[in-house]
C-alpha cells in the first residue's frame, strides 16, 4: 500500500473505533481504542481459520507500516513536544530531583533487574536466551508511557504533585530508555563490548546532546516567536521546531525525545508568558491538542493491529505471563529505592509508591523498540530471540494499557481516601 493509503486506513479505522468506543463501551480513549483494535485483530486471526486469504491480506497490510519507523522517526517528537507544550516548569522544578532520579536511575536499576528475573523465568521454562537480550527487554520495558494514564489521573483528582511526578518522569525516561537500548544494541552486535567509558560517551552524547539542541531550537524559536503577532505564523514556527528539530536530532545521532521535551517546555513556559499573546496561546493550545488526541488515537489503534504479525506460541505467552508481576516488582523497587532516599529531605506523599508503581504504564515506545530488533543482525547471524521478546512485550503491554490503566484511577481514588 502506498503511504496515502495507509494514512487513510488508519485515520478512519481510528475515527470508526472512536465512535463505536464514544457511543457504547465509553472506555478512557485510548484505551478504549486499543482494546477494540485488539478485538478486530483477534477477530481477523479468527476468519482466517476459514477464510485464510483473509488474514493474509490484513497480515501484508500490516507489515507494510513499519511502527518503529512511524512512531520513533514520526509520531514521538509530536507526541512528546505536545506533552511537554503543557507541563509547568515551576511545578516541574518543584519535583526535579525525583523526576530525575527515577528518569535515570530508575530506568537503569529497573532495566537490570527486569533483565535478571526475565533470564530467571525464561530459564525455568526451558526457553534458550542469551543474557544481552534480557538486558534489551529490561531497556526497552523499562520506559513508562503518560499517554493514557494522565486523564485518568486528572479525572480522579490527583494531587497536582503527582501528577507532575508521572508526567514529568514518562517525558525524560523516554530518552534515556532509547539510550540504554542502543548501547545495549552495540553489545549485542559486537559493535563494541562492554565499555563503561564509551556506554558514558554514548549516553552524554545522546542525553545531554539532546537536551542542549532541544534547548537552542527553542530558544531561536522563542526568539522568532516573540517578534511576530499572528497566530497562524507562531503555530506553523512550533510545528517546525517539533519536527525539524527532532530530524535534526537524530540526524546528529542526539537524542530526539529529549530536544523536544526541553523545546516544548521552553515554548510552552517562557514562550507562552514573554512572547506570544493570548489570543496566539488559546490557537495554538488547541491546534496541539487536537493534534496530540489524533496522533494518540492513530498509535493506539497501530498498537492494537500489531497483534496480527506478532508469533504467540504457548511457552512465548506463558513467559509474558509471567514477566508481567517480574516488571511490576522491578518497576517497586526502581521507583521506592530512590523515593525512599529523597525521603530523608523532601516531603513525598505516602502513597507516592504505590501510584508511581501502578500508574508507570508501558506503551508505544515499547513494542516499538522491540520491533527495531532486526531478524538477522548486520553480521548475517539470525536473532531467534526477536520474536520471543516482540510476544513478551506486546503481552506486558496490554496488560499494562488495559489492566492497569482502567484500575488507576479507583485505586488513586481508594489511596487518597485514607489520607
Not at 268 to 284: I, Q, V
Request: charged share 10%; glycine share 10%.
Amino acid at each position: 500500500m502506498e503511504l496515502f493509503e495507509i494514512a487513510a486506513l488508519l485515520l478512519t479505522l481510528s475515527a470508526l473505533f472512536s465512535y463505536v468506543n464514544y457511543r457504547w463501551l465509553k472506555l478512557p480513549t485510548t484505551i478504549g481504542l486499543m482494546v477494540i483494535a485488539l478485538l478486530f485483530s483477534l477477530a481477523l486471526i479468527g476468519i482466517g481459520f476459514f477464510l485464510p486469504q483473509v488474514e493474509q491480506k490484513a497480515d501484508a497490510i500490516i507489515r507494510g507500516i513499519d511502527f518503529n519507523e512511524t512512531l520513533m522517526h514520526g509520531m514521538l517528537g509530536l507526541l512528546l513536544f505536545a506533552g511537554a507544550l503543557h507541563i509547568n516548569l515551576n511545578d516541574l522544578a518543584k519535583q526535579k530531583w525525583l523526576i530525575a532520579a527515577l528518569a535515570s536511575f530508575g530506568v537503569a536499576l529497573s532495566t537490570v533487574l527486569v533483565a535478571g528475573l526475565a533470564w530467571g523465568v525464561f530459564a525455568l521454562l526451558g526457553i534458550e536466551v542469551r543474557f544481552i537480550y534480557c538486558l534489551l527487554f529490561g531497556a526497552l520495558i523499562s520506559p513508562t508511557d503518560p499517554i493514557a494514564v494522565l486523564s485518568i489521573l486528572k479525572q480522579a483528582g490527583a494531587p497536582k504533585g503527582l501528577e507532575t511526578k508521572i508526567a514529568g518522569e514518562s517525558l525524560f525516561n523516554d530518552g534515556v530508555g532509547v539510550v540504554i537500548f542502543l548501547g545495549l544494541w552495540e553489545i549485542a552486535t559486537g559493535e563494541h563490548g562492554f565499555d563503561v567509558g564509551h556506554l558514558t560517551v554514548l549516553f552524554f552524547q545522546e542525553a545531554v546532546g539532546g537536551a542542549v539542541l532541544g534547548l537552542v531550537l527553542g530558544w531561536i524559536a522563542f526568539r522568532m516567536l516573540r517578534s511576530v503577532d499572528n497566530y497562524s505564523v507562531e503555530i506553523l514556527i512550533s510545528l517546525a521546531l517539533a519536527v525539524g528539530g527532532y530530524a535534526l536530532a537524530l540526524a546528529w545521532h542526539l537524542s530526539g525525545p529529549i530536544a523536544m521535551v526541553v523545546a516544548g517546555l521552553l515554548i510552552g513556559n517562557h514562550g507562552r508568558m514573554f512572547a506570544m499573546s493570548p489570543k496566539t496561546c488559546e490557537h495554538l493550545d488547541t491546534f496541539w491538542e487536537l493534534s496530540d488526541e489524533i496522533l494518540n488515537a492513530v498509535l493506539f489503534v497501530l498498537l492494537g493491529l500489531e497483534a496480527i504479525v506478532l508469533t504467540f506460541t504457548g511457552s512465548y505467552l506463558l513467559a509474558g505471563i509471567c514477566l508481567i508481576p517480574c516488571v511490576l516488582l522491578a518497576r517497586l523497587i526502581s521507583v521506592g529505592v530512590p523515593v525512599s532516599l529523597l525521603r530523608l529531605w523532601q516531603s513525598i506523599h505516602p502513597r507516592a509508591v504505590i501510584i508511581l508503581t501502578w500508574g508507570g504504564l508501558r506503551g508505544g515506545i515499547s513494542v516499538a523498540l522491540a520491533l527495531s530488533i532486526p531478524a538477522v543482525a548486520r553480521d548475517g547471524v539470525a536473532v531467534p530471540e526477536r520474536e520471543l521478546l516482540l510476544a513478551v512485550t506486546y503481552t506486558v503491554v496490554v496488560f499494562s494499557v488495559v489492566v492497569q490503566g482502567l484500575t488507576i484511577g479507583g485505586l488513586l481514588k481508594r489511596l487518597l481516601r485514607r489520607d
